[in-house]
């Protein structure tokens, strides 16, 4: 069983920078492929950006040029730096685990996930 733990949300202005930060337990996290996902009051969840375990990204054209998703295995965590934030933005952010190490878009792709951190843009 993967733990992951999720920091670093909060309340911004437009045009503000956050850096959240998600934490494994487990001596394996290099392995792993590793997501983050959004999901906004009323809407469907949505993915964010992916990394897989050699260090590949992806991400959803929405953030291209804003959001940069890197990993630490030392410590076991994968961080996702949010710069120039925007109102469409606000969500909660969660981060998962591809125990197979790619770095797909798909919720179903994920093994697990963490409970997510609220990140609010103010307009």
């Known amino acids: 069983q993967v733990q992951l733990v999720e920091s670093g949300g909060g309340l911004v202005q437009a045009g503000d920078s956050l850096r959240l930060s998600c934490t494994a337990s487990g001596r394996t996290f290099s392995s792993y492929g590793m997501g983050w996902f959004r999901q906004a009051p009323g809407k469907e969840l949505e993915f964010v950006a992916a990394l897989s375990r050699t260090s590949s990204t992806t991400y959803v054209s929405s953030v291209k040029g804003r959001f940069t998703i890197s990993r630490d295995n030392a410590k076991n965590t994968v961080y996702l730096q949010m710069n120039s934030l925007k109102p469409e933005d606000t969500a909660v952010y969660y981060c998962?685990?591809?125990?197979?190490?790619?770095?797909?878009?798909?919720?179903?792709?994920?093994?697990?996930w963490g409970q997510g951190t609220q990140v609010t843009v103010s307009s």
């Open positions: 998962a685990a591809d125990t197979r190490g790619y770095f797909g878009g798909r919720r179903d792709e994920y093994d697990y």
